[in-house]
């Protein structure tokens, strides 16, 4: 960053002897830096004015700017509905490495060090077709798990710990999603309530690690030592070969509404930051209270210089943005996927390798974008959600009312091919982040198991979370001991895990789906800090059958390079990296176009060969059945096949460890909704 840019004097820039801090206010009178004593972080010890600069950068010099100082801004400024200055009130400088919390409503920015040793340990850069990203919760992964020290559960290091570690080498997955772990709060409504924001999608610093899932002995030893754990767990991670990827809010603030607590921007400069109406009331396009403005490139800047601090200085490997549509709304308030702020961070070579998922959403008009962000982003793909939890539970309990199901298996395929319906061909396949369920909704366990949200724990009458679930029961809502209602739920989990690990795309599993974690019906638990959304780790047989399974299906998937296509193919060509896709139905022909969306017709064999660049050639065939009713299908003859090899059936609760052999041509008994998998070989 070149020192002639007045935005790159932003933050404190310290030495031992003393630093500088920078400030951006366009509409300020007056910033004051202000000095608390090291051991009293109420007692000031000094007021130093800062000087406002080129490009409305206001900056000041101070021996006290050294690592260990405890420090906050106040800003003085015009009255207006705009704008919301207040002399009195004691603000967190933006681009804060740490915090300290003083008393129950101020905070106290922290000078850093940042000094780690990273003993060399690199970042795994696992390759996009290769990743299997996995959604979990700092606190909630590791609280329960007794084979972890206790005053390392629920925190960051237990995050890294051993066990925790060897749970994800079992499973497989390459990549861990962390939820929100910048700094955030509780909003002012769920404290009242007595409730607390367990997710985190509150943030109240882009820069700093959420102190409370350190341990006790970090957070008693200052914000220091809590930024070193968090290093510390990234560098364990990656020793064992998993990247860490963050979930960051930057869309909105833990500010909330006109009204909301006042911590850091809209006191630095309210008329900056936020999306107002003329009148002063805030433009929310996120549904939270307030928006932040991009259409403003100072707020840019500060979205830029975060993600370059944690891809770097911490060392993190890649980013899910939440509602991200807002990022790209334009001065105007319009989405625009050539807006310079998801084209900034594409291009910024501090970014560089670095995984970019947007969550391709928000509240706002002409919110909803999947498909829509520009080359070098992943997706979030809600269609192929919505696809997948309607073939197999929403379709078939409408089979069960109606008599037939309401579509075929036309989308759905498209879906397990990488929906090239969504992605243009130059973003190809890898483009979509495919996923079943995530944190937001219900768990694959409650999605199997009832019709209908249970969300009066969360104290706003059963209003709150999404009525569009495509969810089945199987008969009885919730909890029962109908033997024969638990073993559909089962095969309809596996048919759902076995759809999102076999599909084209990269999969993305909800910690505790592995096993079958249910909230009890609850599809908007993020108020939950307790044994309803925690991970739970003494698991049945049945639980441990499941993780099996998953585990053997992410296997297959990393040994299969057909599963797994970089680029789209092309009819009639040789696509290097893609997949040549054919498709059968039942009786080994090829799929007559009228079968593609009939309801009569859902059962579908999926042959794929891989034009491989760097692994060895592959085919794969797999066959779906999605219909409560027994079948035969003919596996397909085709040139260079000599045989079929089964690798999976969804039908078995159990991993199986005989491969057995078909003949194309010969026929194969579906049970009802199910799956299999075979490697087709060459004659032998």
Known sequence: MSTEDPLSQLGVHAEADGGTIGVYSKNATSIDLLIFDDSDPNWRIDTVPLTRGHGDVWTAQSPHLRPGTRYDIRCSGPRGPEHHFNERQLLIEPYSRGLLRAGTKEWRSVVMDG????????????????????EAHVKGLTTLNTAIPADLRGTYAGLAHPATIEHFHRLGVTSVEL???????????LSRLGLSNYWGYNTLNFFTPHAPYATKQAQASGAEAVLREFKGMVRLLHEAGLEVILDVVYNHTAEEGLG????????I???TYYRQNPDGSYIDTTGVGNTIDYGNPVAERLVLDSLAYWANDVQIDGFRFDLAATLGRDETGEFDNDHSLLTAIVDDPYLEGVKLIAEPWDVGPGGWQTGGFPNGWHEWNDRYRNRVRSFWLADIADARANGSAPTGIGSFATSLAGSSNLFSPERGPLASVNFVTAHDGFTLADLVSYDEKHNLGNGEDNRDGTNDNRSFNHGVEGPTDDEGIRAARRKAARNLMGTLLLSAGIPMITAGDEYGRSQSGNNNAYCHDDELT??????DERQSDFAAVTAELIRLRRE???????RFGKFGETVPSASQLDWYDASGKTMAQQDWDSPEHRTLQYLA???PEFEEFNRILLVVHGLETDTSVTLPEREGVGGYTLLWDSALETVSEADAEFAPGGTVDMGPTSMKLFRAHGWR
């Open 115 to 134: 000094g780690f040793d990273w003993a060399g340990t690199g970042k795994p850069h696992v390759p996009t077709d290769h990743t299997v990203v996995y």
């Open 269 to 271: 400069d309210n008329a």
């Open 560 to 566: 299969n390079p057909a599963l797994r296509p970089v």
């Open 534 to 539: 925690w991970f739970r780790w003494d698991w």
């Open 609 to 611: 060969a891989s034009t």
């Open 260 to 267: 909301g607590p006042t911590t850091s921007l809209r006191g």
């Open 179 to 189: 939820l929100p772990v910048q700094a955030f709060v509780t909003e002012q409504r």
